[in-house]
């Protein structure tokens, strides 16, 4: 394991046209637009992050593709095509080879609102456990899933993920003061409470434009 603890981050970022569909009547023609800022403001919050030494992309979009590489993100295509899971797992296979004994977690892409400082405070957190994950707001998905050991990277999104995480063995973090870090939007009223914490610049844009 690294002496000083880095992690590689993994962001899987879906095509926009299956994206955000329960901001459909918000959004209307600028879903696309709005899940793609989403995903940037993620990822350029992981890059920011102190304790982060690569966030690596998963996606089919090109749009979204150019746009993280540009900020210094690494990207991969979808090749497995089979579900967030297995893209995951792709990322996780690219992080492997770069960092052998590296740390890897698998992060949302629709956290708009997401700080560095509360991303580094809870990677930390993270050290302390081989296996550990983050709930999302309303206590049902996830947000995050991290290990110390890239053997053991199996992340379980989808559905009711938290309690699968649980029931997998994950340590539940509960890190305090880091609520951007649970702050995932699907819904519209998901986005207000996101714009209270403050999103990031291109996610404010597009909003701006609604």
Not at 24 to 53: M, N, W, Y
Not at 133 to 143: R, S
Request: proline fraction near 7%; include cysteine; hydrophobic fraction near 50%.
């Amino acid at each position: 394991m690294p002496t000083t603890p880095r992690w590689s981050v993994v962001v899987p970022v879906k095509r926009p046209e299956v994206a955000k569909t329960r901001l459909a009547d918000l959004a209307g023609a600028r879903r696309a637009e709005l899940a793609r800022a989403f995903a940037a403001d993620t990822v350029a919050a992981a890059l920011a992050c102190p304790d982060v030494v690569d966030v690596v992309v998963v996606t089919d979009d090109a749009q979204t593709a150019t746009a993280v590489a540009a900020a210094g993100a690494v990207v991969v295509a979808d090749e497995p095509a089979a579900g967030l899971n297995a893209a995951l797992r792709h990322g996780a296979d690219l992080v492997r080879r770069r960092h052998p004994d590296g740390y890897i977690a698998a992060l949302s892409a629709d956290l708009p609102a997401l700080r560095p400082e509360e991303l580094a405070t809870t990677l930390r957190a993270a050290t302390a456990h081989p296996v550990s994950f983050v709930g999302d707001a309303a206590g049902i998905g996830t947000t995050l899933f991290a290990v110390t050991r890239a053997e053991t990277f199996e992340p379980r999104f989808g559905g009711r993920s938290r309690a699968t995480h649980r029931a997998g063995g994950a340590v539940e973090l509960t890190v305090p003061d880091t609520p951007s870090v649970h702050r995932d939007v699907d819904t519209a009223v998901d986005l207000w409470d996101a714009l209270r914490l403050g999103v990031g610049p291109r996610t404010a844009a597009v909003v701006a434009l609604i």
